[in-house]
């Protein structure tokens, strides 16, 4: 999972960054990546069964997108922007309201949903750039006579006409076959969006949030962080940073929730291998066939896929060995189109 991070100068968007990631973005760089792991009990525990075994948790990779001047509104994205915003899974609209101590929740929330619309405007006009050039240049290849793809052809004219409607291109139903036809595009308002209030200690997160209910939707998820104070405790050491977190009374840290959103928004589950070599947490959209799903560990098992042997991972906890597991008639052989279930512990049968 890849998360942008984007918003307006004096947002907090890099201290974000630096909370989610324990890392401090360059200076002056457009666009800056960084790492950071899952948080998964699940892992650790099968990691216990397998103690030589390298643990590999699942991880996200983030970019902190230079901040917009107030100056570029209603100018959309800078095209180097875009391609970095382009490559994401899930944008994040960073909205500080930290510097508004004074002011009551809800007039606090008016400004979130102002920025929140100007953002959004923003990434309007950078798709609408997108899909009015493509138009354009099938426009003059029919007049030269040459073939162009219809379907593609209707998904961008019903873009471009939500578009113009000011509607993010998320909140529109198209059919698969025109789905398909847009992936390329990597249009910016079809990315599921989080919003990360950014809040000082004097403020109330969760009656933020209350106010802000409005703004949650299917493909839109709210998180409120203290990313000053939790940027500072991230680049603890990690025994100190548990005690500091409970010191503050923070019960799950900003890295955690804004991964979790990230899953959620995504739908993402996530599937494990073990082995005496390795032990390791996947992550896959739901409703993934158990050949799609070897095909993210190599496309090699996906190509050679024989059968899946799958336990639940609370079976093999339960009873510490595959081999006690399959005694048990709890260790099953799946075929291609098996659904793969949230702990599933799977083993792929392949021949190439």
């Given at each position: 999972?890849?998360?942008?991070?984007?918003?307006?100068?004096?947002?907090?968007?890099?201290?974000?960054?630096?909370?989610?990631?324990?890392?401090?973005?360059?200076?002056?760089?457009?666009?800056?990546?960084?790492?950071?792991?899952?948080?998964?009990?699940?892992?650790?525990?099968?990691?216990?069964?397998?103690?030589?075994?390298?643990?590999?948790n699942a991880r996200v990779d983030y970019v902190d997108i230079a901040g917009?001047?107030?100056?570029?509104?209603?100018?959309?994205?800078?095209?180097?922007?875009?391609?970095?915003?382009?490559?994401?899974?899930?944008?994040?609209?960073?909205?500080?309201?930290?510097?508004?101590?004074?002011?009551?929740?809800?007039?606090?929330?008016?400004?979130?949903?102002?920025?929140?619309?100007?953002?959004?405007?923003?990434?309007?006009?950078?798709?609408?750039?997108?899909?009015?050039?493509?138009?354009?240049?099938?426009?003059?290849?029919?007049?030269?006579?040459?073939?162009?793809?219809?379907?593609?052809?209707?998904?961008?004219?019903?873009?471009?006409?939500?578009?113009?409607?000011?509607?993010?291109?998320?909140?529109?139903?198209?059919?698969?076959?025109?789905?398909?036809?847009?992936?390329?595009?990597?249009?910016?308002?079809?990315?599921?969006?989080?919003?990360?209030?950014?809040?000082?200690?004097?403020?109330?997160?969760?009656?933020?949030?209350?106010?802000?209910?409005?703004?949650?939707?299917?493909?839109?998820?709210?998180?409120?962080?203290?990313?000053?104070?939790?940027?500072?405790?991230?680049?603890?050491?990690?025994?100190?940073?548990?005690?500091?977190?409970?010191?503050?009374?923070?019960?799950?840290?900003?890295?955690?929730?804004?991964?979790?959103?990230?899953?959620?928004?995504?739908?993402?589950?996530?599937?494990?291998?073990?082995?005496?070599?390795?032990?390791?947490?996947?992550?896959?959209?739901?409703?993934?066939?158990?050949?799609?799903?070897?095909?993210?560990?190599?496309?090699?098992?996906?190509?050679?896929?024989?059968?899946?042997?799958?336990?639940?991972?609370?079976?093999?906890?339960?009873?510490?060995?595959?081999?006690?597991?399959?005694?048990?008639?709890?260790?099953?052989?799946?075929?291609?189109?098996?659904?793969?279930?949230?702990?599933?512990?799977?083993?792929?049968?392949?021949?190439?």
């Amino acid at each position: 999972m890849r998360i942008a991070l984007i918003g307006w100068q004096g947002g907090g968007k890099s201290t974000l960054f630096t909370a989610c990631t324990g890392t401090q973005p360059s200076i002056g760089e457009e666009a800056h990546p960084g790492t950071a792991i899952v948080p998964d009990d699940t892992l650790d525990l099968l990691h216990e069964l397998y103690p030589p075994a390298k643990k590999i948790n699942a991880r996200v990779d983030y970019v902190d997108i230079a901040g917009l001047a107030p100056s570029q509104k209603k100018s959309g994205f800078k095209r180097s922007l875009i391609n970095h915003v382009q490559g994401a899974n899930v944008i994040a609209a960073v909205i500080g309201t930290y510097q508004f101590s004074d002011l009551p929740s809800s007039e606090l929330a008016d400004s979130v949903i102002s920025d929140v619309t100007d953002l959004e405007t923003e990434m309007l006009l950078s798709d609408m750039q997108i899909a009015e050039n493509r138009l354009e240049k099938m426009q003059q290849s029919r007049q030269r006579g040459l073939k162009i793809d219809a379907i593609e052809q209707t998904a961008l004219e019903k873009a471009m006409a939500a578009l113009n409607d000011e509607k993010p291109l998320r909140e529109i139903d198209f059919p698969i076959e025109e789905e398909r036809a847009l992936r390329t595009y990597a249009f910016l308002t079809k990315k599921p969006l989080l919003i990360a209030v950014n809040y000082n200690e004097s403020q109330n997160g969760d009656e933020i949030l209350a106010a802000l209910e409005s703004l949650a939707g299917e493909n839109r998820r709210l998180v409120a962080i203290n990313a000053s104070l939790e940027a500072e405790i991230a680049v603890l050491e990690p025994e100190d940073r548990a005690t500091f977190l409970e010191e503050m009374g923070i019960s799950t840290p900003a890295s955690d929730r804004v991964i979790q959103a990230g899953f959620d928004l995504l739908g993402l589950i996530r599937f494990f291998t073990v082995g005496d070599d390795e032990v390791r947490a996947w992550p896959i959209p739901r409703e993934t066939a158990a050949v799609d799903a070897a095909g993210e560990i190599h496309s090699d098992l996906a190509r050679g896929f024989i059968r899946a042997e799958v336990v639940p991972s609370t079976e093999l906890l339960a009873r510490k060995t595959l081999n006690a597991c399959k005694d048990a008639g709890l260790l099953r052989l799946e075929g291609k189109q098996y659904i793969v279930q949230d702990g599933d512990v799977m083993h792929i049968r392949f021949a190439i």
